[in-house]
Every structure is written in structure tokens, then in C-alpha cells.
């Protein structure tokens, strides 16, 4: 089995947001990947940190994975205990399920921040928020 955890995070909800991915197999990890998103919400970058991780174990030809996230939201949305309410998540939702029927066997767990390695994710995408400059768009102000 294959382990794939992933994060994501925003620094404002919506704010500057980004994703990354752990991938594991026999306890070491085998593939590392964050991206920038640009302004966004912290369940949008969420939604796009699962999608990137399933599509990795795709990639890499396994059968059996386990997705690891620290977002509770999305992990019960992804078992079916949550609907998806927002519209603008359903449509990433709706991907997520997508490809990850593409795997045989499918599993989805919940953990805290703190736990496995979601501290790495963690890291990864705050390193890669660091690395893309801020810039607000300019004030719109009357003259």
C-alpha cells in the first residue's frame, strides 16, 4: 500500500494558497511536490492538495492507497459523512471522487496536523508560499 498525504493552506480564507504532497511507500518517501495557487480559500487549496495526490498514485501505478489529510472537512466529504454545500467545492469534490475510483482500493483518513507526516506537507507548502512574493492588487480609491 502507498500512503499519500497531502495540505494545503491559505494565509487569509481567501489569501495566498498553496498545496503540496507527501508520497510513501514502505514507510519512505518516494515523491515531494507543493505548488503555488495564487488567492484562493484554505479548503479550495485543500481540494487541490488531494487531487494532486491522487493523481500521483495514478501516475504511479498503484492499486492501493490510503489518502492522509489533516482536514477533517474533506476527508468526511470525500466518505460521504459531509455533503458538499459550496458550489465552488463541488466541482473539485466531484474530481477528487472522479479520479480516485480510477484505484481498485480507496481509502481516506483523517489525522491531526501534528501526526505522520503532515508536518512535511505542512513545511513544503509554507516554503512555497514564502517563495512567491505577495502583491496586493492596488487600492481602489476615489481622486
Known sequence: MISAYSDGGSRGNPGKSAFAIVIVKDGRIVHEHAEF?????????EYRGLIAAISKVIELGETDAEFVMDS???????????KVKSP?????????KALSSLIPNVTFRNVRRSQ???????????????????????????A
Open 37 to 45: 495557487l495564487g488567492t484562493h480559500t484554505n479548503n479550495y487549496a
Open 72 to 82: 477533517e472537512l474533506v476527508i468526511k466529504q470525500m466518505n460521504g459523512l459531509y
Open 88 to 96: 465552488d467545492m463541488k466541482a473539485l469534490h466531484d474530481d477528487a
Open 116 to 142: 505522520e507526516f503532515i508536518p512535511r506537507a505542512d513545511a513544503l507548502l509554507n516554503e512555497e508560499m514564502d517563495r512567491h512574493r505577495w502583491e496586493r492588487p492596488p487600492e481602489r480609491g476615489g
